[in-house]
């Protein structure tokens, strides 16, 4: 059974800082591409960012360009969130692609594992 548990969400004012993990279990995910996404009330999900299984790539979207950090440690994946806007407000997901995704994918139907997800509610 492969499950992915996100924690570290929570309510931070704008400007501050937030750090999510994600980890993973029932395989070993340390070969494999993680994926972060959100939602936001009304909105479709959207890619985060990814990070390959050697660290090497990685990648953001614009939104969170030079505010967030992916980064992974074996089995746990952590999004370092800083300068948080209210826009930033949504349910954060970790993901896994299929087994032998070495790159991470930006679309999220490529992703076939999925957290429960953890709320992040910035207030001004």
């Known amino acids: 059974q492969v499950q992915l548990v996100e924690s570290g969400g929570g309510l931070v004012q704008a400007g501050g800082s937030l750090r999510l993990s994600c980890t993973a279990s029932g395989r070993t995910f340390s070969r494999y591409a993680m994926g972060w996404f959100r939602q936001a009330p009304g909105k479709e999900r959207e890619f985060v960012a990814g990070?390959?299984?050697?660290?090497?790539t990685i990648y953001y979207a614009d939104s969170g360009k030079g505010r967030f950090t992916i980064s992974r440690d074996k089995n746990t994946v952590y999004l370092q969130m800083n300068s948080l806007k209210s826009e930033d407000t949504a349910v954060y997901y970790c993901a896994a692609p299929p087994s032998g995704t070495l790159m991470p994918p930006k679309s999220d139907y490529q992703y076939h594992y999925w957290g429960q997800g953890t709320q992040v509610t910035v207030f001004s």
């Open positions: 990070i390959s299984w050697s660290t090497i």
